[in-house]
């Protein structure tokens, strides 16, 4: 069974930066998908960007230049880069791992942004 980690939410103003990481445990076929989900009460979670294994990367248009999502194998992690943070990105953040045996949530971090 695959679990995930998340860290790195935390409170920040306006046009700040932070970067969540979300590490892997137990086996993950070679083929697989991670990324990020955002959730704020009262709205569905929605997807923010995600990265195959083969590297390629899908992005929420409201984050589009501004997030980078990013992987390195070697740690079994994978990192969420935000800048020029706006207060409508505040939410729970939450890691998904996809692979060929099924998915995996973590228990979600909260970044909160002020303006």
């Known amino acids: 069974q695959v679990q995930l980690v998340e860290s790195g939410g935390g409170l920040v103003q306006a046009g700040g930066s932070l970067r969540l990481s979300c590490t892997t445990s137990?086996?993950?076929?070679?083929?697989?998908?991670m990324g990020w989900y955002r959730r704020t009460p009262g709205k569905q979670r929605e997807l923010v960007a995600t990265?195959?294994?083969?590297?390629?990367?899908n992005y929420a248009d409201s984050v589009k230049g501004r997030f980078t999502i990013s992987r390195d194998n070697a740690k079994n992690t994978v990192y969420l880069q935000m800048n020029s943070l706006k207060p409508e990105d505040t939410a729970a953040y939450y890691c998904?791992?996809?692979?060929?045996?099924?998915?995996?949530w973590g228990q979600g971090t909260q970044v909160t942004v002020s303006s």
């Open positions: 137990g086996t993950i076929t070679r083929v697989n998908v």
């Open positions: 998904n791992c996809r692979d060929l045996r099924g998915e995996s």
């Open positions: 990265i195959h294994s083969s590297g390629s990367t």
